[in-house]
């Protein structure tokens, strides 16, 4: 599966952003999509992710600011990023799970907030 990310950038910080990553594969629906980051010498932490039937699950440091979703016609899923803070900045990877051991990662896109 590849996985194609956009939408980062340079935000100040309390603004949005809305990152996207989309899937090359006809089973995207089965698949568990999430959004992790890792910035420079932290280790790559989970921001949120989605299961197959919608609900979504986020990190702590996220939680109210962030919202994942997904759509399976356009094989896509989206991380609304509100309320950024500097301590946000990192790369944002796209995940996706496809379980038994099957687990694939985009390029990453950077996102860096400003005070």
């Known amino acids: 599966v590849r996985l194609v990310e956009s939408g980062g950038g340079l935000v100040q910080s309390g603004g949005s952003l809305r990152l996207s990553c989309a899937a090359s594969?006809?089973?995207?629906?089965?698949?568990?999509m999430g959004w992790y980051r890792q910035a420079p010498g932290k280790q790559r932490e989970l921001v949120a992710d989605?299961?197959?039937?919608?609900?979504?699950r986020y990190g702590d440091s996220v939680k109210g600011r962030f919202s994942i979703s997904r759509d399976n016609v356009k094989n896509t899923v989206y991380l609304q990023m509100n309320s950024l803070k500097t301590e946000d900045t990192a790369g944002y990877y796209c995940?996706?799970?496809?379980?038994?051991?099957?687990?694939?990662w985009g390029q990453g896109t950077q996102v860096t907030v400003s005070s």
């Open positions: 995940s996706a799970n496809g379980g038994n051991g099957e687990f694939n």
């Open positions: 594969t006809d089973s995207f629906q089965y698949y568990i």
């Open positions: 989605i299961g197959v039937g919608g609900t979504g």
